[in-house]
C-alpha cells in the first residue's frame, strides 16, 4: 500500500533559486512588486521548514516514510514487528482536518504525520487497517 506522492528534488532547488533570484532582484531592484515577492519568498521558506512526509509505503514487512525538511532528503523504515501506528485529532474538534497519523516505537511518538500533508483521514484510517493485517499476518 502506498500514499502519497514521489519525493522531487528538482522542486526543492527550484524554489531555493526563485528565492535567490528574487534577493538579487530586491537588492537591485526597489519597485514595490518584488517586496511582495519576497514576502511570499519568506513566507514560504518559513512554511517549508516543518517536515513534509511525501510518501508512505508499507509493503514487505516494512513501513517506509520519505519526507523532506527543506532541502534534506530524509528516509525511515520500520520493521511492522518494532512499532503501532495511531490516528489522533488535534484539538478537541474530532474533525477529519485535524487527523494526525502517529508512529510510535515502544512509547515514544517517533512520526507525525498530518492530513495537511496531502493525505485525508480515510487513507490513515486504511492504512492503518493494512499495517495491523499485515503485522497480525507475519510470523514473529
Known sequence: MKLGTEYNIVQHWMRVGIGLIALVMFCYSRDGVWVFFLAFLILLTIASRQQKT???V???NMLVLTGAKLLIRNVVSYHVQDIWLELI???STG???DA???VFEGKKCVRQVHVKEGYTEEEFKNLITAFYVMKTSTPV
Do not use: R, T
Open 54 to 56: 511525501y510518501s508512505i
Open 58 to 60: 508499507l509493503e514487505d
Open 89 to 91: 485529532h488535534s484539538g
Open 100 to 102: 494526525i497519523l502517529n
Open 95 to 97: 474533525e477529519a482536518k
